[in-house]
């Protein structure tokens, strides 16, 4: 099974900031790898998928970078609805899919 | 506009059985893998199980958590997703989610989600 992990578990940011959030595979999942936005109540999200690629209605501002084992979400700007928890996602090797814990990113 | 409704979730006891809807609408329901991911509460998404759409076997791959308890199926006719629970344990509560791939990947669209508790 491959393990997902994220860094850091919580990243404090003002609005109007760049967010940068880490995810890690224990071995290597090429570009097979989504990010999704969970906020308090509502369902996960897809951003981006393919490692770099945004989902459909998704903001440029957000962007995906990565292959193999390290991977990177950038928010360049935050805006105030950025606000929730991010997941990583694998589907390289597969069942099981796997996500990481999750980065909580909330207002400095 | 693509919308997957779930529903059956409550609350049942230890050792029973229950069975959760996903209906499906805005898309070509049989063109599509559908999976069910579980989020515990105040936990992270765990991936529960995967049905194929038919033209690649409609076959089905499961978490070992859940393995020989849940069972996926769906129905095409109906544009419905099914996931039948049983011999339910108190770790399986959580809300569970009905989520849509393109193939065996990722998760383009999500349900809100039902809340399943397991308790005497």
């Known amino acids: 099974e491959i393990v997902m992990t994220q860094s850091p578990a919580t990243l404090s940011v003002s609005p109007g900031e760049r967010a940068t959030l880490s995810c890690r595979a224990s071995?290597?999942?090429?570009?097979?790898l989504a990010w999704y936005q969970q906020k308090p109540g509502q369902a996960p999200r897809l951003l981006i998928y393919?490692?770099?690629t945004r989902a459909t209605g998704i903001p440029a501002r957000f962007s995906g970078s990565g292959s193999g084992t390290e991977f990177t979400l950038t928010i360049s700007s935050l805006q105030s609805e950025d606000f929730a928890v991010y997941y990583c996602?694998?589907?390289?090797?597969?069942?099981?899919?796997?996500f990481g814990p999750g980065t909580k990113v909330d207002i400095k | 506009e693509v919308q997957l409704v779930e529903s059956g979730g409550g609350l049942v006891q230890p050792g029973r059985s229950l069975r959760l809807s996903c209906t499906a609408s805005?898309?070509?329901?049989?063109?599509?893998?559908m999976s069910w991911v579980r989020q515990a509460p105040g936990k992270g998404l765990e991936w529960v199980g995967f049905?194929?759409?038919?033209?690649?076997?409609?076959?089905?791959e499961y978490a070992a958590s859940v393995k020989g308890r849940f069972t996926i199926s769906r129905d095409d006719s109906k544009s419905i997703a099914y996931l039948q629970m049983n011999s339910l344990k108190t770790e399986d509560t959580a809300v569970y989610y009905c989520?849509?791939?393109?193939?065996?990947?990722?998760?383009?669209?999500w349900g809100q989600g039902t809340l399943v508790t397991v308790s005497s």
């Open positions: 989520t849509r791939s393109p193939g065996d990947d990722y998760l383009d669209y």
């Open positions: 805005g898309f070509t329901f049989g063109d599509y893998a």
């Open positions: 049905i194929r759409s038919k033209a690649y076997g409609g076959t089905t």
């Open positions: 071995q290597s999942v090429s570009s097979n």
């Open positions: 393919g490692a770099s």
């Open positions: 996602q694998q589907y390289n090797n597969w069942p099981p899919l796997t």
